[in-house]
């Protein structure tokens, strides 16, 4: 089984209401068992909600206590994204999933290829999980 940002999947839970489907991703996946997952929801926040930024550092220094998640309007969304990461990493830990294929550039799923490294990512990799980036 492999967990996946469930915005690539086509679930419409983008801080702008909208998906960011990837159908070749989708057809690669066909004959997998799939884990969809939406850290940002998990932690509470709403859909659509204000777009947020890390802040002073990446997901590894929020998870440290050295950055925060800062939204548009200047709300301290922290909180939510490592309670997001944590419920995240539970799900994983319950499915005995190993692999992790999640939406690049964003604050929470990102890898780091393209932007910071988002929270949950931070925490899959310290977890050792393998954790791959895609748009
Ligand atoms: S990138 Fe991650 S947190 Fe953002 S909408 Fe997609 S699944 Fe949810």
Redesign the pocket.
């Known amino acids: 089984m492999i967990a996946i940002?469930?915005?690539?999947l086509g679930?419409k839970?983008?801080?702008d209401g909208k998906s960011?489907k990837n159908s070749a991703l989708i057809k690669l996946l066909e004959s997998e068992k799939i884990l969809p997952?939406?850290?940002?929801?998990l932690g509470g926040l709403p859909t659509p909600r204000a777009p947020s930024n890390l802040v002073e550092g990446d997901g590894f220094d929020v998870l440290d206590g050295n950055a925060k998640v800062i939204n548009s309007f200047g709300d301290d969304n922290t909180e939510a994204f490592i309670k997001?990461a944590y419920a995240a990493l539970d799900m994983i830990r319950e499915q005995k999933i190993k692999r992790c294929f999640?939406?690049d550039k964003?604050p929470?799923?990102?890898r780091g290829e393209k932007y910071l490294t988002?929270v949950?990512a931070a925490l899959l990799i310290r977890k050792g999980y393998i954790v791959e980036e895609f748009s």
């Open positions: 940002s469930a915005c690539l679930f839970c983008r801080y960011k997952i939406c850290p940002e929801q997001g999640l939406k964003s929470s799923c990102g988002g949950t």
